[in-house]
């Protein structure tokens, strides 16, 4: 009998049925400036309507929060987490996304959950004004075991010039406000499943899953409320490396965004983990984001308004003088 590259582990057809489940709710995140669909070698975006554009991308995965998806059968999240991931990171800079693109790879392509995770980049993606114009699927028998996946997003964004955030306009006095998180979102699950060994063992009345799996906040619709009303000053991802490494990544030389870590409202999960592992809280700080999913900066002058357009939003901090970028008292 001679080889086929289904012999080798690859089946083609099970990719083209993939296809099929996915491109009508793709189509569906198109608009006018979509200008070819599904199949062809490179995805055309049109940009219109602009002064002076400045395309803001950004990339990612979902990391080992995957792990936790496959083991638990459910996959419906992990889409939104992707799309979620990179959208968050151009949204810093006042970016609103324009298109996204995803690369799934596998060991043995099911086209049922390869198109459950697509399904879950276009509630996002329609969620947020925002096109799914491409993407690769890559089955790679001997790189991946039978069962396993894993997932990365490209998104692109754009914003005006003259309206890039970028932390510059941060000075003294300025305050800090949170916008929770709905979890963990895609960070720290490597050291999550180290102490969390039982998935379906029962957490606040429901499958300790359902509370992991929770997909991870988008904030474009919250930021671009603001944005029509105030002119923030910096905006910062809270994502791997927790409050502790990112909120710095916006503080000019010579200022310091000083904490209260006594207002951070901190999810009951994270407490049980950081209980159950014996975690130091300094460590929580530096890797998860303890329920705070992104920051704003703003001049003390509009941090009521900001406060009253975001449901949930409180101040955790200002921005003092000083040389360590960040303080947590």
């Known amino acids: 009998m001679s080889n086929t590259y289904k012999s ?38 049109e940009i219109a309507g602009y002064k002076n554009p400045v395309l803001v991308s950004g990339t990612d995965g979902v990391g080992t929060k ?8 459910k996959y419906d999240s992990i889409g939104v987490d992707c799309f ?17 693109l995803d690369y799934l790879a596998c060991g043995k392509l099911d086209a049922d ?20 114009i491409g993407g690769e699927t890559a089955e790679m028998p001997g790189m991946y075991k039978p069962g396993d996946y894993d997932v990365a997003g490209f998104c692109v964004g754009i914003v ?41 063992e029962e957490f606040e009345g429901k499958p300790l ?12 619709q919250p930021i671009h409320k603001i944005l029509e009303e105030v ?47 014996n975690i130091d809280r300094l460590e929580m700080y530096g890797t998860f984001n303890m329920g705070v999913g992104m920051v704003v900066v703003v001049d003390a002058e509009h941090a009521g308004k ?7 939003a409180y101040e955790i901090g200002e921005i003092t003088e000083g040389p360590e970028k960040i303080n947590l008292i």
């Open 160 to 200: 005006e010039k003259d309206q890039i955030i970028d932390g510059s306009k941060i000075k003294p006095d300025c305050k800090i406000i949170a916008l929770p998180s709905s979890g963990f979102h895609s960070n720290g699950f490597s050291l999550v499943r180290k102490i969390f060994t039982d998935f379906n």
């Open 8 to 45: 080798a582990g690859v089946d083609k057809e099970e990719g083209y049925k993939t296809v099929d489940k996915i491109k009508k709710a793709v189509a569906e995140t198109h608009n006018e400036n979509v200008l070819n669909n599904l199949g062809s070698f490179g995805a055309f975006y």
């Open 231 to 277: 002119s923030l000053c910096g905006i910062a991802h809270i994502t791997g490396g927790g409050i502790i490494e990112n909120i710095p990544r916006i503080i000019p030389e010579n200022l310091c965004a000083t904490i209260n870590v006594s207002k951070i409202k901190i999810p009951s999960i994270m407490l049980e983990l950081e209980k159950r592992g």
């Open 113 to 132: 959950i390869a198109a459950e995770i697509v399904m879950g980049m276009v509630k996002a993606c329609k969620d947020n004004n925002c096109a799914l």
């Open 84 to 100: 979620a991931m990179c959208a968050n990171d151009i949204l810093c800079h006042g970016a609103k996304p324009l298109f996204f």
């Open 209 to 220: 899953y359902e509370t992991l799996l929770v997909p991870t906040e988008l904030y474009y």
């Open 66 to 73: 995957l792990k936790v998806a496959l083991d638990s059968k």
């Open 306 to 312: 900001v406060l009253n357009l975001v449901d949930n």
